[in-house]
């Protein structure tokens, strides 16, 4: 227990030294879209979309998360709201983006996405056309973060295809581990045809040296077998403020903000913060990819 809170002392400090802002490019403005994925279900991916979302939005950030899980749809659970419209809804023209677009509590703006979507790319020329004007409204955010869907689906690679950062959040269950390999090479070797920043995230930790146990042995893994290089962002712990979180229907950052897990995501965005975003990101960039469009 006093391994575990000198710990997060030191993450409170370096969150603390995180939270100082990158200088700003005034020119330009670039989106960051962020992808977090991971191999099998149950390993709180959604939980880390959502409070990472909301970390960010207390940076002062302007902030879109989008459900890209379109089976199982569950980000308006924790958000605790009822979405009416979806990306469907735009894509056949019955409502624009701004329509669909919701206002949550917790500073961020949701996107519900919806089936059929992956679809899309069967559109025509001028369909898609009117879809894209409507997507890059969406530009006026700083940061959109789609939750996908777990596991290899169609939708999940195209989400996972078009971003320019993917997190992939895994637990140290052993089979947890074995499916964030197995998402990682197909990702590395079936689906993308350029470069794209690919992180671990290790959830449900029970120590900072567990979280880096567990990321080494995959990273070794990756590197050693597939050739690719893929960083290790941070971890969360493990603790009971997330499923009564889950229960209350409130973020646990929100709940408790100063708990192991609220600190652990909050120094994770710090780590973000002071990466160089990619050159090629954007929404439109973004759009290009995910219709399988060449620049």
């Given at each position: 227990m006093e391994e575990q809170a000198e710990e997060l002392r030191e993450l409170m400090k370096n969150d603390t030294q995180d939270k100082k802002p990158a200088p700003a490019d005034k020119n330009a403005h670039k989106t960051?879209?962020?992808a977090i994925t991971s191999g099998k279900g149950g390993v709180g991916k959604t939980n880390i979309s959502v409070n990472m979302a909301?970390?960010?939005?207390?940076?002062?950030?302007k902030v879109i998360l989008i459900d890209g899980d379109l089976g199982m749809a569950n980000v308006n659970v924790l958000l605790n709201v009822v979405p009416t419209y979806n990306l469907m809804h735009v894509i056949n023209k019955k409502?624009?983006?701004?329509e669909i677009i919701l206002d949550t509590e917790f500073g961020i703006k949701f996107i519900a996405g919806a089936n059929g979507f992956s679809k899309i790319a069967n559109l025509s020329v001028q369909e898609l056309d009117d879809f894209a004007k409507q997507f890059s409204s969406l530009g006026t955010?700083?940061?959109?973060?789609?939750?996908?869907?777990?596991?290899?689906?169609?939708?999940?690679?195209?989400?996972?295809?078009?971003?320019?950062?993917?997190?992939?959040v895994t637990t140290?269950?052993?089979?947890?581990?074995?499916?964030?390999?197995g998402i990682i090479k197909i990702i590395t070797t079936e689906v993308i045809d350029h470069p794209v920043t690919?992180?671990?995230l290790v959830n449900r930790v029970h120590s900072a040296d567990e979280g880096k146990r567990i990321s080494e042995r995959i990273i070794t893994i990756v590197g050693q077998f597939l050739g690719y290089k893929v960083d290790y962002i941070g971890f969360v712990y493990d603790d009971p403020v997330v499923q009564a979180s889950?229960?209350?229907?409130k973020p646990f950052i929100v709940v408790n903000p100063t708990s192991k897990p609220a600190v652990c995501i909050k120094h994770i965005i710090g780590r973000i913060e002071k990466t160089e975003p990619a050159e090629n990101e954007g929404v439109s960039n973004f759009l290009k990819k995910f219709l399988g469009k060449k620049k």
């Open positions: 960051r879209i962020i909301i970390a960010y939005a207390q940076l002062g950030k409502k624009t983006m701004k955010a700083d940061i959109i973060i789609i939750d996908t869907g777990a596991g290899i689906a169609n939708n999940v690679l195209q989400f996972v295809a078009a971003a320019d950062e993917v997190y992939v140290p269950e052993p089979t947890a581990i074995t499916d964030a390999y690919l992180k671990l889950v229960i209350r229907q």
